[in-house]
């Protein structure tokens, strides 16, 4: 985790809990929603092991729970995974549904697309606070 001094950017530090906020709020839903999902499929389940569906759905989830876990300790490369982990999930959930439920695309990889996107801002805020400048140029 970056320390963000007591004496730094109010700003720096809101961004910091606003991203942090979103993405810990969306990787516990959708974990609920991927759990809930997984326990009803195998309830309606043939077959006593998981389809190659499933099997994508698991990786995906443990990408996204990984990225979040990594931004909470290193905001510049947990933001450009949950970054690049929304825009995939937006990508592929588009691909596979209906025209009509693109919303759930939105749903699901929008908020981790902005909190990738503030963790980012985060970052590069810390990091230019950190760096001198020089007063004689």
Same mark, same amino acid.
């Given at each position: 985790?970056?320390?963000? $001094?007591?004496?730094?950017?109010?700003?720096?530090?809101?961004?910091?809990?606003?991203?942090?906020?979103?993405?810990?709020?969306?990787?516990?839903?959708?974990?609920?929603?991927?759990? $809930?999902?997984?326990?009803? $499929?195998?309830?309606?389940?043939?077959?006593?092991?998981?389809?190659?569906?499933?099997?994508?759905?698991?990786?995906?989830?443990?990408?996204?729970?990984?990225?979040?876990?990594?931004?909470?300790?290193?905001? $510049?490369?947990?933001?450009?995974?949950?970054?690049?982990?929304?825009?995939?999930?937006?990508?592929?959930?588009?691909?596979?549904?209906?025209?009509?439920?693109?919303?759930?695309?939105?749903?699901?990889?929008?908020?981790?697309?902005?909190?990738?996107?503030?963790?980012?801002?985060?970052?590069?805020?810390?990091?230019?606070?950190?760096?001198?400048?020089?007063?004689?140029?």
């Amino acid at each position: 985790m970056t320390k963000i $001094g007591k004496k730094s950017d109010f700003t720096t530090r809101l961004i910091q809990w606003i991203a942090r906020g979103i993405s810990t709020l969306f990787i516990a839903f959708i974990l609920l929603m991927g759990i $809930g999902s997984a326990i009803w $499929g195998s309830q309606n389940r043939i077959a006593p092991w998981p389809t190659l569906e499933d099997l994508v759905i698991i990786a995906f989830l443990l990408a996204m729970l990984v990225s979040v876990i990594i931004a909470w300790r290193r905001e $510049g490369i947990g933001g450009f995974m949950l970054t690049i982990v929304g825009l995939v999930a937006i990508v592929v959930i588009m691909l596979i549904n209906k025209p009509e439920d693109y919303w759930v695309a939105l749903a699901i990889g929008v908020p981790f697309l902005v909190s990738g996107i503030l963790y980012i801002i985060c970052w590069k805020r810390i990091i230019k606070s950190k760096i001198p400048q020089d007063s004689a140029l």
